[in-house]
């Protein structure tokens, strides 16, 4: 959706579909790029990770892209499952950086519907 | 093992007072970040220590706001004479290396300014 003031994308999905959650990044030097999921009332909690050499990274239920070109990171969920409402950010980490700074994007709240 | 532990998780204070905001990594962990998370919003980088040195304070405020991991004990987050701009969520992650993708977050402490 698109981001209209304070208000953070929202995506709503019943219960078995497939979810996206796209997130556009700025830096093009970085080194990693993760995606977190946050609960309410509750710290983030890291997904996946895939560094920038790569286009593609599986977890289980779980595909991260990242389309360099055009500075595009895209989380795909596979049978979504009401578990999975939460807040998702992308986050990335700058190159030349011997530690794990993280720049997060906005966020994207995920409703999954039974 | 414990994961990342904060407390208070939720404090209250009055303009003009302090407040001390602390973490306990997890064992075994060396390096701790602090970041702060206003509503609707993502996690802004406060600042990233290691045992008894501050690395990286760049997005800490130039005034009022300090941080410390000492040899023993856990990192500390101090905010002097705080105002209600400062009223967010503070959470902790913490890491065993430099630069790793895999943090692990505390739970936060949400402030609150009255």
């Known amino acids: 959706g698109e981001n209209v003031g304070l208000h953070l994308p929202t995506l709503s999905v019943q219960e078995g579909d497939n979810s996206i959650i796209n997130c556009a990044y700025s830096?093009?030097?970085?080194?990693?790029f993760i995606w977190y999921k946050q609960e309410s009332g509750k710290g983030p909690q890291f997904i996946i990770d895939?560094?920038?050499?790569?286009d593609k990274r599986q977890g289980q239920r779980v595909t991260v892209l990242l389309n360099k070109t055009v500075k595009h990171l895209s989380l795909q969920i596979a049978a979504t499952q009401p578990g999975d409402s939460a807040v998702y950010f992308c986050?990335?980490?700058?190159?030349?950086?011997?530690?794990?700074?993280?720049?997060f994007g906005q966020g994207t709240i995920l409703t999954v519907h039974p | 093992n414990a994961g990342v532990m904060q407390n208070p998780r939720h404090l209250v204070r009055r303009r003009g007072q302090e407040a001390r905001l602390r973490c306990s990594p997890m064992?075994?962990?060396?390096?701790v970040y602090w970041y702060r998370q206003l509503p609707e919003e993502g996690l802004k980088f406060m600042v990233y220590?290691?045992?008894?040195?501050?690395?990286?304070e760049s997005g800490m405020p130039k005034e009022r706001f300090s941080a410390e991991f000492p040899k023993e004990g856990p990192s500390i987050l101090r905010i002097q004479q705080v105002v209600r701009g400062d009223s967010a969520a503070y959470f902790c992650?913490?890491?065993?290396?430099?630069?790793?993708?895999?943090?692990?977050f505390g739970q936060g402490t949400r402030l609150t300014v009255v």
């Open positions: 992650a913490s890491s065993p290396r430099g630069k790793d993708t895999e943090a692990f």
């Open positions: 064992k075994g962990h060396s390096h």
């Open positions: 220590l290691q045992k008894e040195n501050i690395i990286d």
């Open positions: 986050a990335e980490i700058p190159g030349g950086t011997s530690y794990g700074k993280l720049t």
């Open positions: 895939i560094r920038s050499n790569m």
């Open positions: 830096n093009s030097a970085s080194d990693y």
